[in-house]
């Protein structure tokens, strides 16, 4: 009987231990994570102002003049057409498509 207390206080006494060891590699885990997580928030930030600068349209406009050899237009070189095509008088739709989307609709609703 002494000998399955004992074995019983030592397999909790083992599992209490086990339990926290484990919840401190954990925490270790997490604050690694954290450091990570700063360390790529920065590299982000860093990334969007490169990219800010890349897309800056007056950069845009000096690689393309200085080494495209790209113009600005003069006036009159440049003609806006505004443009909306017109929608078909009698659209024709195959009936067989209609039901072919309402079976689909059905079917992803259930």
Do not use: C
Not at 33 to 38: D, F, G, P, S, T
Not at 44 to 64: F, N
Not at 85 to 98: D, L, S, T, Y
């Amino acid at each position: 009987m002494k000998a399955v207390a004992f074995a019983a206080v030592t397999s909790l006494v083992l599992l209490f231990v086990w339990e926290r060891v484990d919840i401190v590699r954990i925490g270790y885990h997490i604050e690694r994570l954290k450091a990570q997580k700063v360390l790529l928030e920065r590299e982000r930030d860093e990334l969007q102002v490169k990219l800010s600068g890349l897309t800056a349209p007056e950069r845009i406009a000096r690689l393309a003049s200085d080494k495209l050899g790209m113009l600005q237009p003069e006036k009159g070189q440049v003609v806006v057409i505004n443009f909306e095509p017109e929608a078909p008088a009698n659209p024709v739709v195959a009936e067989g498509e209609i039901r072919i989307a309402k079976n689909m609709v059905t079917r992803r609703s259930r």
